[in-house]
């Protein structure tokens, strides 16, 4: 069985990419064949941060417009077993999705026995985003805890409900799961940021980790290592862990609270 | 059943009809987007004469609104409405009671500025004769008895949810930027974030009823409060709106 899982939020610059990038990663690590699709046609990140920009050679539009087959354009990771990465092009614009293009290439991919699509949707409601969630089976709404990033997940979590092939059907609603990401538990307690528990009473859905704020996130996007790849920092930590959750095992929240900081940590931190 | 806005025209000036308007959609500018409108000409009588129908099209048109046919129209006009592209609608009732000859839609045409309320919509069905006296055009939507219409998941932003002539449910919050409408009352047994009408095509009975209220605007047939108007002790709390002298009344519950 194979699950389309769209990684959305309206607005920009929250962390879908590196999310993405990350939890394709992460599950592809646990054995299952796994592919990420760049959804956003025309800027194309996906593959920066997943380390394989020059290995592009055709893209998901090229698909789309039967101008390569989809194993052509298939870029499979050298770190990781089982990780794929379909580009997106940097030349092309949004109009070149299609429903029916892109309905075709992710049955294609299931009938190559993918067993997880991970759909990277670009920032905004407009048609990149509504072609990365339309076929989805389940949604992770990434946000970040301020207040326009919320409401932008919250008009997003609308779209998930009227604006996707399964809403359109009649089918079982999409499963939505929240992932609040550069979250800085300094930060709540000051009062300068939305708590989890604030978040979650504005768009009630169940949530599936919390990422905290990290240099290593900007570090690993320039070096084009998913972060999760180097498990000693605490964002591989916390996106291990939602990906542990997501294939179903049990994992206490963490970096929630502000850590407890020793005597020594504070004298040479 | 299908459900028209009617526009009773009391003045032949289209600018002034315009401006009228544009404050009325202004009000609640979703319910009137691309509604389709019946222009009753009965308030006229004969200085319907003097409209120029095509330009009375491009009127409403531009208030997004969609002419699709004229009630009343004087045997002399029908050419003139129908070249215009709209339809004559007249069912007997209707037909009979407005020719022009009451009293009081003689006098109308001659007055420079009509009454405040000279554009007043309301809804009508289309299969039921429009009320024929002056105190129609402020006639209630007729009872529904089909039950409220009940939603049990969040309203997102972006979000409508209208019951039309019926009272609406909510048992999920009503999210910022979401809007729950009603042309009966509605009650949210949730927190409400983002707007809520009830009374939308003018009951003036109608309220809200809601658990907790941090709402950005209430509304009730056309009267409203805005987010920074609504004071403080009711913030957060049950409350109920309603309708007294004209404006919109908060109170606990």
């Given at each position: ?269 | ?52 129908f095509g330009d009375l099209v491009r009127a ?80 209630p939507p007729r009872a529904p008895h089909a ?107």
């Amino acid at each position: 069985m194979s699950k389309v899982v769209v990684i959305t939020s309206g607005k920009g610059g929250v962390g879908k990419t590196t999310t993405s990038a990350n939890i394709a990663t992460g599950i592809a690590q646990q054995g299952k064949k796994t592919v990420a699709i760049d959804f956003d046609v025309g800027l194309r990140n996906l593959d920066l941060v997943m380390g394989c920009e020059r290995r592009v050679v055709y893209d998901f539009v090229n698909v789309i417009r039967n101008e390569a087959k989809l194993q052509q354009a298939l870029i499979r990771d050298k770190r990781v077993e089982n990780l794929y990465i379909l580009p997106a092009s940097q030349t092309r614009d949004k109009d070149a999705l299609d429903p029916e293009g892109v309905g075709r290439v992710i049955e294609e991919l299931k009938q190559m026995g993918f067993e997880y699509i991970i759909c990277d949707s670009p920032a905004g409601i407009e048609k990149g985003a509504q072609m990365a969630m339309y076929f989805a089976d389940e949604a992770i709404v990434v946000t970040n805890p301020e207040v326009s990033s919320v409401r932008d997940s919250d008009r997003v979590l609308g779209l998930l409900a009227a604006k996707t092939s399964r809403a359109e059907l009649g089918g079982p609603a999409i499963r939505t799961h929240l992932l609040l990401t550069r979250y800085s538990p300094l930060m709540v307690k000051r009062g300068e940021m939305l708590s989890v528990g604030d978040v979650l009473e504005l768009l009630g859905i169940p949530l599936l980790g919390v990422i905290p704020e990290s240099k290593a996130v900007l570090q690993s996007s320039n070096k084009g290592a998913p972060a999760i790849l180097d498990e000693t920092t605490d964002v591989a930590q916390a996106y291990l862990d939602v990906v542990f959750r997501y294939l179903g095992q049990e994992r206490q929240h963490r970096f929630i609270e502000e850590e407890k900081r020793s005597f020594l940590g504070r004298l040479f931190g | 059943m299908a459900s028209l806005t009617v526009l009773r025209l009391r003045s032949t000036d289209l600018a002034l009809i315009e401006r009228q308007l544009r404050v009325k959609i202004a009000q609640l500018p979703h319910l009137f987007l691309d509604a389709p409108v019946l222009v009753d000409l009965g308030a006229l009588g004969d200085g319907a004469a003097a409209l120029v129908f095509g330009d009375l099209v491009r009127a409403l048109r531009s208030c997004k609104l969609v002419p699709v046919a004229v009630a009343n129209v004087p045997d002399g006009l029908r050419g003139a409405v129908t070249d215009a592209g709209l339809g004559v609608w007249q069912p007997p009732a209707l037909g009979r009671t407005r020719g022009g000859g009451s009293p009081d839609a003689a006098d109308a045409p001659a007055a420079e500025t009509p009454a405040p309320e000279a554009q007043a919509t309301e809804t009508a069905s289309a299969d039921v004769a429009l009320p024929t006296g002056p105190s129609a055009a402020v006639a209630p939507p007729r009872a529904p008895h089909a039950g409220p219409m009940v939603v049990s998941k969040p309203v997102r932003g972006g979000q409508i949810v209208y019951a039309q002539n019926n009272d609406l449910v909510v048992l999920a919050p009503v999210n910022s930027g979401a809007q729950v409408i009603a042309d009966g009352h509605v009650h949210i047994y949730a927190p409400l974030r983002g707007r809520a009408v009830a009374g939308a095509q003018g009951l003036a009975g109608a309220r809200i009823f809601c658990q907790k209220l941090e709402a950005e605007l209430v509304a009730i047939s056309g009267a409203y409060i805005m987010a920074e108007e609504i004071p403080a002790q009711f913030h957060g709390r049950a409350v109920q709106i309603f309708l007294e002298g004209g404006e919109c009344r908060i109170a606990a519950l």
